[in-house]
């Protein structure tokens, strides 16, 4: 799983079509990024005081 923050939807939506159309090696490194061992990110991605990357 891999997420961003953007204060605006256009901007959002844009970088998710940019995304979309890599390969999957390299969509990887974005997702080492938060989770460098590929660890379950559950326990922490719905908690109440869970806080998002600013991009």
Known sequence: MYFEHFQEI????AREKEIKGWTRN???PL??????HWESMAPTTWQDD???PTV
């Open 10 to 13: 256009n901007q959002a939506i």
């Open 31 to 36: 997702i080492e990024q938060l989770n460098p």
């Open 26 to 28: 390299k969509k990887n």
């Open 50 to 52: 869970a806080t998002l």
